[in-house]
């Protein structure tokens, strides 16, 4: 339970919990809280790591990927999940290690940090790619570790809607004001209650999932920002009602501030849909990466010229995916993917081109493996020579000395 639910140790204390036990099985002892700490979970997690040393160690490379959080105590942390396909092709993923970071977050300490983490796993000369964010300090510790960066999609999208957020006022002043109405309702019982009149009035909620909430948005997360105005529209009519009820007129969204939020909603949803779809843990995602952003491309082109989040939507992914087809990381990865090959690919050009790249690097490779099975054979040969060497010595090595004494 503790594991596997997330329940606070404190749960074998529990009065109810402790009757439920008794009820259960009288002769079953349960653990005390001290030998969950100090015994039970340190043997569990010296096993989960043997087993998950063992299966790290039967793959032939392993990716990375990392980042640095903040607790609700202002406390920095490190964590480092390793992904890795096993000789089944079974796609596993397991949190290496979760720490404190008490030092300054540089470059050097990051990359002293993931070498220490690495070297504890036995995965140093395996580690063929490291994920994070954009990041600059992230980016130069990867770089000090002599490995391949990987810049997270899911963050890049992320930076390209909050930039395209900032760069528009006007959407600035309708993001404040639902804010605005979003926290008074968050924040008065009396035109929470009267939202949830409306709601059951109008029929703007089923009775399985009861009287909807209005969210507010974080400032970290774009997405947050779509679900505030998504739902806020999907509950435009009795936001107003509720707020006509108590009083307070002057916070109502007019018609133009509705349309506008529409059109943000519009723009935005094709890169919430993307942010989802890469966020996959139960199978490789970098293969997506070319394909989604040229879909992204052709859907917020389809909200129209009069868009101007749109525009600035497109004008902000241009700038941070100027060109995917010429980048190899991402045209190799989607080539190899059977659904895709040559169809993602828009210019023929850019085909050739990592069609010959994949063959050199196929061609180094098998250069490779016939040097190394050269070596071996040679190795084998030289075995084998003197073994024989030995075979033919050892008769006349056995009656030497009988015949020096005769």
Request: aromatic share 6%; glycine share 2%; proline share 4%.
């Amino acid at each position: 339970m503790v594991v596997g639910d997330l329940q606070p140790f404190s749960v074998v204390e529990d009065m109810w919990f402790r009757n439920l036990m008794r009820v259960m099985d009288p002769r079953y002892q349960l653990p005390s809280r001290q030998s969950l700490t100090q015994s039970m979970l340190p043997e569990l997690y010296a096993r989960e790591k043997l087993r998950v040393r063992g299966l790290l160690d039967t793959a032939e490379s392993v990716s990375l990927t990392t980042d640095i959080w903040t607790s609700r105590k202002t406390q920095a942390f490190i964590t480092v999940t390793a992904h890795a396909i096993t000789p089944n092709w079974d796609l596993h993923s397991w949190v290496l290690d979760t720490t404190r970071m008490t030092e300054a977050h540089t470059a050097v300490n990051i990359k002293d940090m993931l070498s220490q983490i690495i070297a504890e796993w036995g995965i140093t000369d395996k580690v063929t790619a490291v994920v994070t964010d954009n990041a600059s300090n992230m980016v130069n510790a990867v770089q000090l570790l002599k490995t391949r960066h990987v810049p997270c999609f899911a963050h890049t999208l992320n930076l390209v809607v909050m930039d395209t957020l900032k760069e528009l006022v006007h959407l600035a002043a309708l993001r404040k004001k639902i804010r605005s109405i979003v926290s008074h309702f968050h924040s008065s019982v009396k035109s929470s209650e009267e939202l949830e009149k409306a709601q059951m009035t109008k029929g703007a909620c089923s009775s399985a999932e009861g009287p909807l909430k209005l969210i507010i948005e974080a400032d970290t997360r774009w997405n947050s920002t779509y679900y505030m105005l998504e739902r806020y529209l999907h509950l435009h009519t009795e936001v107003t009602t509720a707020l006509c009820v108590v009083q307070r007129h002057e916070m109502c969204v007019t018609g133009d501030e509705v349309n506008s939020n529409k059109e943000v909603i519009d723009a935005l949803k094709p890169f919430e849909m993307a942010t989802m779809e890469m966020s996959g843990e139960k199978f490789t995602t970098m293969s997506l990466v070319m394909p989604m952003v040229q879909l992204l491309h052709e859907t917020v082109r389809e909200c129209g010229p009069n868009n101007i989040v749109a525009a600035e939507l497109q004008k902000q992914l241009r700038k941070r995916y100027p060109c995917t087809e010429k980048s190899y990381l991402w045209a190799a990865t989607t080539y190899l993917d059977p659904p895709f090959k040559r169809h993602a690919f828009y210019d023929d050009s850019n085909v050739r081109q990592i069609e010959e790249k994949l063959i050199n690097a196929s061609r180094l490779t098998q250069t490779a493996d016939e040097r190394e099975f050269q070596e071996v054979q040679a190795s084998h040969s030289r075995r084998f020579k003197l073994h024989h060497h030995l075979q033919v010595l050892a008769p006349s090595q056995a009656c030497g000395p009988s015949s020096m004494h005769k």
